[in-house]
């Protein structure tokens, strides 16, 4: 006698192919979602140690921030806010004047940033300023921003010549409003052209190497990304740490009342 066969129905395979197909779709979508969530908890952990141990926290603003409530700023635990101010001999920002009015009523640390122009002159650029901001410098260190942009490259600048530049600047700025200024750069230009010009004057680096820096830094710019409460919303700010703690944050503030 011939034994029978079993045969399984067609619809049978193509069933449990569709569930394997669904399971797999599955597995795969677990794995994304599980690494998109390990990424942030990573990127937060990653962020809270940058900051952590460092109290007096700050912000750098322009007018591509918009309209700010400072008060609410200093009440989210903000200790001092940067200004943008001027750039080069003839850019001034369009926020800088009401911006500065409506801190000085806080009790934040106010500070102005004049960014560096390679085609302008220092005496230039020097007067420029000194027009347009006045007495408005607030309390902290005046800030000049050196950075590379447009055709102005590590490979195209007259380095010596911008070394000599902003040497002339800083000490003109530092004689007219007998006040000590502090330099933003990137660890790149700092290495190229501010350290070999100016061999004293304080640094303010963009860096997330905050628990690595000597005591010649007094700003660190850590984030673009540092996140603020204002105007009843969460806004995304430049963010940045004064190096060191707050007893000599104090004593900075209080040598630019003098």
């Not at 597995?27 to 994304?32: A, D, E, G, I």
């Not at 969530?37 to 007018?63: C, E, H, K």
């Not at 609410?72 to 911006?99: C, I, P, R, W």
Request: proline letters at 2%; a positive charge.
């Amino acid at each position: 006698m011939t034994k029978r066969q079993h045969y399984r129905p067609v619809y049978a395979k193509t069933r449990w192919a569709r569930w394997r197909h669904r399971i797999g779709w599955l597995l795969v979508l677990v794995v994304v979602i599980g690494s998109v969530w390990g990424g942030l908890l990573w990127l937060r952990w990653r962020s809270n140690a940058v900051v952590s141990g460092f109290d007096v926290r700050g912000v750098a603003v322009s007018q591509n921030d918009g309209y700010l409530d400072f008060a609410a700023l200093q009440n989210d635990g903000l200790k001092f806010v940067y200004l943008h101010a001027t750039q080069g001999a003839s850019y001034t920002d369009d926020n800088f004047s009401s911006n500065y009015e409506r801190i000085v009523g806080t009790g934040l640390g106010v500070g102005v940033v004049h960014t560096f122009s390679f085609s302008s002159t220092a005496a230039a650029q020097a007067a420029y300023f000194e027009k347009t901001v006045g007495d408005s410098v607030g309390n902290l260190p005046i800030a000049i921003q050196v950075q590379y942009y447009g055709d102005y490259t590590d490979k195209t600048i007259a380095v010596r010549k911008s070394r000599a530049k902003l040497k002339a600047l800083v000490t003109t700025l530092t004689q007219d409003y007998d006040r000590a200024c502090v330099v933003w750069s990137t660890p790149a230009v700092a290495k190229q052209i501010v350290k070999p010009a100016l061999k004293h004057t304080a640094l303010w680096l963009d860096t997330a190497k905050t628990h690595q820096q000597g005591q010649r830094v007094m700003f660190m710019h850590y984030s673009d990304r540092a996140v603020y409460r204002q105007n009843g919303t969460r806004q995304e700010f430049t963010g940045v740490l004064f190096n060191g703690s707050t007893e000599a944050f104090n004593k900075v503030v209080a040598q630019g009342l003098n």
